[in-house]
């Protein structure tokens, strides 16, 4: 069983920067495709980023592209979310989820984390 821890939230002003890392036990880390999302006050959850099993391909929504890096390290089992230029409209819980080889959906998911963004 994969379990996702996430860490790094808090508050932080208009125009500041944050970094998120999400943990993963259980499993090998390496072949799982890894993600973040988030869900606003009031709104569905929606993608922010995603990344291949080796970091070599990244994916992000148009809200953070250019703002937003995603990366991870395989031997700290580790995934992160670089967050730059963090802007009002980027509060939100943050969560990171794993997806196994041969699958579609994201079937492992963290407990979250908050990010507030003042202005």
């Known amino acids: 069983q994969v379990q996702l821890v996430e860490s790094g939230g808090g508050l932080v002003q208009a125009g500041g920067s944050l970094r998120l890392s999400c943990t993963a036990s259980?499993?090998?880390?390496?072949?799982?495709?890894m993600a973040w999302f988030r869900r606003a006050p009031g709104k569905e959850r929606e993608f922010v980023a995603r990344i291949s099993r080796s970091g070599g391909s990244t994916d992000y929504a148009d809200s953070v592209k250019g703002r937003f890096t995603i990366s991870r390290d395989n031997v700290k089992n580790t995934v992160y979310l670089q967050m730059n230029s963090l802007k009002p409209e980027d509060t939100a819980v943050y969560y990171c989820?794993?997806?196994?080889?041969?699958?579609?959906?994201?079937?492992?998911w963290g407990q979250g984390t908050q990010i507030t963004v003042s202005s």
């Open positions: 989820a794993a997806r196994l080889l041969l699958t579609v959906q994201y079937a492992y």
């Open positions: 259980g499993g090998t880390f390496s072949t799982y495709y």
